[in-house]
């Protein structure tokens, strides 16, 4: 090999399933992720902030894939054998935390976390392995208070970041509920409950997809099994007709009312302890929630919510936004789930092998960042800094004075740093950033003691609507005083704006 | 092997190197980095959040530790064969993005980020392994306005973030003036750059360790070499004696300001092309820094300020703490450094084989944090949430209604939700969260429609100075109407703040 083979060249590339966010992308999510620590604090959770890092064995196998283990989380062995992973969601770094701090933290704990995760899956449009989660959990109290109360923080939250009432749903399930279900339609045995594990999984799935299938769907995949439009096949649970009508029945439990809705849960569950046990805890949220005024156009019990993951052991809800947005084809589509959760007994039982009750609310910050965008009430274009160009550049210092003068006013503003020999060109790059407004003084100015000020977007105004005439006559740009310069571009600033 | 044998519980441990952020630190942090924020956007620089993840050639190999490639980098191998790797600063990211957007970012770029970064390196105390950077950068301005004005936006940092003037230095230097002491001192060769490039690694080292070695000892390194304490020999650049004479001078050529500084440089690199051109970037930097009033009490030409990373091309810059704090066995020492920087016109050239001017500032945000603390600063312990205490578990919905008013009336506040039998436990628990008041409504003054306050504050300090007898009279707790719960947990929380 000839030994002076020139190194190929980097490829300049985000890696597959990345992005980068530049400016109001990140200023949008930051001030969304303000207003929901805001909430969060406000109910009285403390914040906490885990490394990236995990080791595998803490994270666990906790991803919906199970058929794969440590699939789904990106990893790498250490030097010294150890295994360490990004953290794929909140929660298991919180059950870390909460068994690891055990002796030191108050009981109960109540901590919001918010940052990237990250998932090593297959990338899509629109589906990144990096994003925001923003999470708060109370963990050491078993009490469905706990659980209403995570419940009325989302509709506070939701409502705090933009999404008016009415725009969104918060439902409200219980796992105990969907156990009594299974135990009445005969595939739950409470003394053996390894038995019928198979089945009752294509029944939660069959469940879950309850939005996309419709009754008939879920009714095949309960029965024999389903073909869908490609040909496909799906087996089914093979639930006889007598079993798969229960099943039913509690998909279609939901009435008015979340005291009407558990009324008829009870008849469904009749036998069932453990379905009982759950119908008993949804009238308590449902009651607690309606006490506090939170009525069914915010939060409703709803039975069809399941939620995927496996380790939810008694309530479960999920926030929904119910207007439409049109998808990649133009096609009106609900926009769906933006948060969801539960309570889990068990993550923290892991590490300790003592139980310990723990509820908690995960928010996909890009998704509601998303709707927001959809639906217009973020992602107008931000104003940029007021530029002050560079006519002359051995008064490199009497420009930097400028923006320094500006800057102490709290008005954003730069010099061009760019070679200032083309002027046009310093006047795009004004544009470019969107800048209310440019600052320009020659030595001719400077002498008699001005500047030029240039109005850009009325400029950019009058070059809409006016022929090309009148926008060359400028009387968007005009001269002031030196000494005026902070109050003649906040005054522009300020007619801009309002 | 035995089927039932149980499996191991995994280890509730942070992985070695990483920590956890709980409450303060996490919101100390954040009011830092929106502080710093405020600064770099009010100097017109935008935000940019690339991802944690890179491939690995992206990256490239510019950590310190040049003779093993990869270390200090987590990486792993994908299933299609590519690396990626966590970034382990954020300068290499914005090389890549500068070249991957090229068309359609504004030129100069600036923007400013703030993340963790990686760094795959042996743990030690106070050192980790994932910490927060926070950097502005100007990509595609070659004129040392842009390097002055990144040395001013520093300056101001520093003091948005609480570091009073006085209490940091500002200090630059230019490679090109090192290089022309090192042609003058007959270790560069302009015709055969790479002639010389160990013995120069070694000056630049020694140079570097001038605050640690004193004068003495970087003098040996020049020479012939050092013995340390601990009996360890380590190499010098074997300099004659007129060689390394060139070098100390340089050292030594600080002067009161930034222009007798300047002159001396001159006549120490006389005869060198690229030396002069460094002291006269040098003198400009000193003329537009001294203009904007920017004197050597907040920014100095130090000749000794060199940075270790070898991209440095051009002006090189360091932010110092100059107070002493103690370290851990109770010496005091000077704090150090919190950020640095400099010009580096090479690295969006590895990806195009353009060259692209770039020049940029990263603030160590954990160092400067662990300044403010040192320094009694930040770390009061923040106020906990009035905490509603549970007499009657079948009340849960009055209590809840009580914290939504709180609430709603910006008062951070919960009910207790752990288990309400011990009442002495939710007690504890407040004390535990730093609660002002608790909120106490058993079923007799709920019949009377009162409640009962206790001012936490108020009851800690009687604890704290008087006997016992005093503390059992607890004055600092009392009835109210429940109607004016929200008016007097305000007046107490406004008291114990004010």
Excluded at 27 to 49: C, N, S, W
Excluded at 101 to 129: I, Q, S
Excluded at 150 to 155: F, K, N, P, Q, R
Excluded at 378 to 395: E, K, L, Y
Aim: net charge negative; charged share 30%; aromatic share 8%.
């Amino acid at each position: 090999m000839a030994k002076d083979k020139k190194p190929r060249r980097p490829k300049a590339e985000t890696p597959k399933g990345f992005r980068d966010y530049f400016g109001a992308d990140v200023t949008e999510r930051k001030q969304m992720l303000d207003a929901i620590a805001d909430v969060y604090h406000r109910y009285g959770f403390d914040p906490l902030e885990t490394s990236a890092v995990e080791t595998l064995e803490a994270l666990g196998k906790y991803l919906p894939d199970v058929d794969r283990p440590n699939a789904g989380v990106f990893a790498w062995q250490e030097e010294d054998g150890d295994w360490l992973a990004l953290r794929y969601d909140m929660t298991a770094p919180l059950a870390r935390v909460a068994a690891q701090f055990r002796n030191d933290l108050p009981t109960p704990y109540r901590r919001y976390t918010m940052g990237p995760v990250w998932r090593n899956e297959k990338p899509g449009p629109g589906r990144f392995r990096q994003f925001y989660q923003c999470d708060a959990d109370t963990v050491g109290s078993g009490s469905v208070a706990s659980d209403a109360e995570i419940c009325a923080m989302l509709s506070d939250t939701l409502e705090a970041v933009g999404i008016p009432r009415g725009d969104y749903i918060v439902r409200v399930n219980n796992r105990k509920v969907l156990n009594g279900v299974m135990e009445v339609a005969g595939v739950l045995d409470p003394s053996d409950p390894d038995r019928f594990a198979h089945e009752r999984g294509i029944v939660l799935r069959a469940i879950d997809k309850l939005d996309r299938l419709g009754e008939a769907g879920v009714r095949a995949l309960l029965g024999a099994g389903r073909k869908d439009e490609s040909g496909d096949f799906t087996d089914g649970a093979n639930l006889s007709d007598a079993q798969a009508g229960v099943v039913m029945g509690f998909l279609a439990a939901k009435r008015d009312s979340g005291a009407e809705t558990c009324a008829r849960l009870e008849e469904l569950v009749e036998g069932s302890a453990i379905g009982a046990e759950g119908v008993r805890e949804l009238e308590t949220i449902a009651a607690l929630l309606a006490a506090q005024g939170y009525g069914p156009e915010r939060i409703e019990i709803d039975p069809s919510v399941v939620r995927g993951l496996g380790y939810y052991t008694g309530p479960v809800f999920e926030a929904e936004l119910t207007f439409e947005i049109l998808d990649e084809k133009g096609r009106p589509r609900q926009f769906g789930s933006v948060a969801g959760g539960g309570r889990y007994d068990d993550l923290v039982k892991r590490f300790t092998g003592q139980a310990v009750p723990a509820t908690g609310v995960s928010i996909g910050v890009d998704r509601l960042l998303a709707a927001l965008r959809a639906k217009g009430r973020i992602g107008a274009a931000p104003q940029g800094p007021v530029v002050v160009t560079v006519m002359d550049r051995d008064r490199m210092a009497d420009y930097q004075s400028m923006v320094g003068e500006l800057r102490s006013a709290g008005i954003r503003a730069e010099v061009y740093l760019g070679n200032p020999k083309n002027f046009g060109n310093q006047l795009k790059y004004a544009d470019k950033r969107n800048s209310p407004v440019a600052v320009i003084q020659g030595s001719d100015e400077a002498a008699r003691g001005v500047v030029q000020i240039k109005d850009l977007f009325l400029g950019a105004k009058i070059a809409q609507s006016a022929s090309h005439e009148e926008w060359k006559s400028q009387p968007a740009q005009f001269e002031v005083a030196r000494a005026d310069l902070v109050a003649e571009v906040r005054r522009i600033i300020d007619r801009a704006e309002g």
